[in-house]
Nanobody, 129 residues
Framework: QVQLVESGGGSVQAGGSLKLSCAAS????????MGWSRQAPGKERELVSF???????TYADSVRGRFTISQDNAKNTLYLQMNSLKPEDSAMYYC???????????????????????WGQGTQVTVTS
């Protein structure tokens, strides 16, 4: 089992920034990548970013150029730096750990919720206009 705990959410004005963190513990060695997803009320869950075991990153079109995913393996922590935030970025943000392998997997699969088998409880991000 892998446990994931997100933090760093909050309320920010449009154009502002937030940095989310996700602390991972447990059988991390059984996973091959980490990602961030979000879900707004009444909308489907959207995978926004992924980082593989070889540090290759993938982004959804909606966040590319504004969000940056990174990880600190020494701290078992995943990050999501979110800049130029928009009201439509408001959602619950979830950290997720992926199945194996992740290297060589196509972008559409990496951004599919079914590729992930562990999820955190989420942290709320609200962007006001």
């Amino acid at each position: 089992q892998v446990q994931l705990v997100e933090s760093g959410g909050g309320s920010v004005q449009a154009g502002g920034s937030l940095k989310l963190s996700c602390a991972a513990s447990g059988s991390i060695h059984t996973t091959c990548g980490m990602g961030w997803s979000r879900q707004a009320p009444g909308k489907e869950r959207e995978l926004v970013s992924f980082i593989s075991s070889d540090f290759t990153t993938t982004y959804a079109d909606s966040v590319r150029g504004r969000f940056t995913i990174s990880q600190d393996n020494a701290k078992n922590t995943l990050y999501l730096q979110m800049n130029s935030l928009k009201p439509e970025d408001s959602a619950m943000y979830y950290c997720a750990a992926s199945r194996c392998p992740s290297v060589g997997v196509g972008r559409s699969r990496l951004l599919d919720a079914g590729f992930y088998n562990y999820w955190g409880q989420g942290t709320q991000v609200t962007v006001t206009s």
